[in-house]
């Protein structure tokens, strides 16, 4: 949202050339200095801001976690 790719309301212009890509998965090895994820932002100032917000949604730890469900359930009527 920050870098423009999504709208607070209806009327908000959506930017296509913005976002995040290339998300590391849950559990997988990463290097030191490696990338997490990859920002496309029209500013360095806003890649910055989203590059920050990235890493704090992270944890590197050096025991990968449990593997998670693929489908974590299934709602039927």
Do not use: C, N, W
Request: proline letters at 5%; zero cysteines.
């Amino acid at each position: 949202m920050g870098l423009g790719g999504g709208r607070r309301r209806a009327a908000d212009a959506i930017d296509f050339a913005v976002g995040l890509s290339g998300f590391v998965a849950q559990g997988e090895s990463v290097k030191s200095g490696g990338p997490l994820a990859f920002v496309h932002a029209r500013s360095q100032a806003a890649a910055e801001v989203a590059a920050t917000a990235v890493r704090s949604a992270i944890t590197i730890v050096e025991v990968p976690p449990d593997a998670k469900p693929v489908v974590y359930k299934t709602v039927r009527e």
